[in-house]
């Protein structure tokens, strides 16, 4: 049974930076995709962005690009290192486990549990 762990939310003033990781027990990611998306109060759940197993290819949202970068640390964990960080940016994160590269929620099977950032004005 694969289960994922985020970890690094908190508090931050806007302009800062905070990183975010994500942790799989149960597998490795080598032939996964690795989604991030995020869920503020009131609204949907948006894409973030992805990162191939591998680490070969990532993908971005427009609302992120530039500021947001995906990274595969070990066979185990990805980042998500967010700097530039705006109040907007305020939401819970998740990561997820998918067979393909997707941006779409539905695309993905195995969610975390998600980690709040909260970024002051």
């Known amino acids: 049974q694969v289960q994922l762990v985020e970890s690094g939310g908190g508090l931050v003033q806007a302009g800062g930076s905070l990183r975010l990781s994500c942790a799989s027990s149960?597998?490795?990611?080598?032939?996964?995709?690795i989604g991030w998306f995020r869920q503020a109060p009131g609204k949907e759940r948006e894409f973030v962005g992805f990162?191939?197993?591998?680490?070969?290819?990532t993908y971005y949202s427009e609302a992120v690009k530039g500021r947001f970068a995906i990274s595969r640390d070990n066979d185990n964990t990805v980042s998500l290192q967010m700097n530039n960080l705006k109040p907007e940016d305020t939401a819970i994160y998740y990561c997820a486990l998918g067979p393909i590269y997707s941006v779409s929620d539905a695309s993905y099977n195995v969610w975390g549990q998600g980690t709040q950032v909260t970024v002051s004005s």
């Open positions: 149960g597998r490795t990611f080598s032939s996964l995709v």
């Open positions: 990162i191939a197993g591998n680490g070969g290819t």
